[in-house]
Structures are given as C-alpha cells and as structure tokens.
C-alpha cells in the first residue's frame, strides 16, 4: 500500500495520530521535500518518529517514482507531504503511477495553507481561484496570475496567492555544463510578491488591483510564531518584518462585516480600510 501522509503545517507533532501509526510501521518512510517546509527539519521528524526518513526531491519524484512504489504492491511505503498530500498539484501524479502499476493507496489528510489561511479572517467560502506566483528573473516575468486575480475580485472574491519556492536550482551555467551544485534555498516573502503585483498594476491598464488594495501577509501559518499583517499592496511591499519562511498573501475581495471585523486586530496602521478595500 502506498500512504500518502499529510503532515500539518507546524512541526513533527501536527502529524495525525493515524499517519503516525503508519509511519511507525512502513518499510519506508520519504518527505517530499519540494513544495513546502516544516518549521523543523528532516532531523527532527527522524526523532520523533524513531526511525530513519528518506528526502525525496523533484528528481526523485517525478523521474525516479518507480524507486518510491518499490514493492509497495506487497508492503507499505509512506510518502510524507507537508499540509496535506492534494494541497499540491504535484501529488496527484504520484497516486495515477501508482494505479498504473496495481498499487493501493490510502490518503492521510491534514491541515493545508488552503484552509489555514482562514486564520486571517476572511471566510474560506468567499475564496475564488488560488494562484502561484514565481521568482521573475531579468528578462522573465510572467503576469498569468493578473487575469485570475482579476475574475476573483470581478466577483468580490478573495485570492491566495502561493509564494515561490526554490529548493535545489542550478545556476544556468552549472546546468549547461552538467555541475550538480546546487543554489542555497530561496522562498519568496511577501515583500517580493507584492513589488512584483505592484509592477503588474503599474504596467497593465486591465488590472483591479491597484496599490492601494488591501492585501494579507502571512507567515509560519500553523507555527506557535505565525504572523498575520492585513495593509495596502503599497505598504506590504515595503514590510519586511513578516519573519521566517514561508509566506503567503491574499490579495482581499468584498468584505463581509464580519470578516472585516476580524480582519481589524491585524491592521498594519490606523489606515482608512475603507478605502483600500475593493
Ligand atoms: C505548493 S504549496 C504546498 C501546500 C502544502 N501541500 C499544503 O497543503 O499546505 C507551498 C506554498 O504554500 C504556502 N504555504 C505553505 N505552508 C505555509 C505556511 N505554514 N504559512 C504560510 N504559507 C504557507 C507558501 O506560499 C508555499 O510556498
């Protein structure tokens, strides 16, 4: 049996009783260690678990799966993700090649940025499509994310916006040349995400977005030291006390009272939120 485990968005004790016990007694134990972090390591899962674990990077997982869904027609192989296993589009993968080749699987759900996010406030219901938003390079800079930003707030929804991550890149040089060095870890904070929003509403005429829309940065949401900041596109660019990685933003539809309500206990300055909601 495959299990895919979901493990929470805080540290090693968020894992379900449940995923726990699979855990404990799985031939193998991999952490998909390229969507997302923990606040603690691989290390630190490794103690409380009792028993080794096995990092599974993007080559391994979308090149290599075959290693993963070794035997696990016969024994169960526990494949670990941190949030929940379809919190990621990635993930879905994994379980289609394993049908392929006539392997069970059983899902262990947990908590997901998807659904913590109401942490803020704003209701899960009033949500429209999520987006990602990339690094831009020099002569890179993708704005897809506009037009679905744009829909949602068309239909006073909110929208989350997932932050890059950049775990094992090679420099372009290293990569022509066939060198496995690998580039420290890059997550991208809230601070980027919106100068790059903000260059995107600058630059487009079709934009709702302006610098002045009432945005929500979060950080180590599920973590005892999570962080919750509700201000302008314009103030959040400037903000650089979100702390450790990783963040996220919601770039606010219409605002229910409520909402609003709660909203206010994270208000960056005494601002008149009025005007910055769409
Ligand atoms: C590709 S998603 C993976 C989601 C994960 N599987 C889940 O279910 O939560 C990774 C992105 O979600 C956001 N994210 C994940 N966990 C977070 C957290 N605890 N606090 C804030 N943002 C988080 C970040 O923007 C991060 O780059």
Redesign the pocket.
Known sequence: MLYLVGLG?GDAKDITVKGLEIVKSASRVYLEAY??ILTVGKDALEDFYERPVILADRDMVEQDSAEILKNADKEDVAFL????PF??TTHSDLVLRAKENNIDFKVIHNA???NAVGCCGLQLYNFGETVSIVFWTDNWKPDSFCDKINANLKRGLHTLC????KMKEQTIENLMRGRKVYEPPRFMTVSVACQQLSEVSKNRTDCEFSPSTMCVG?????SDNQRIVAASLEELCKYEQMGDP???LVIVGKVHPLEEEFLKQFYLTNFDNKAHFS
């Open positions: 968005l969507t997302s993700v941190v949030g929940d919190g990621a997901s940025i998807m997932l932050l890059d991550i979060l950080s180590k949401v599920g990783l963040h996220s």
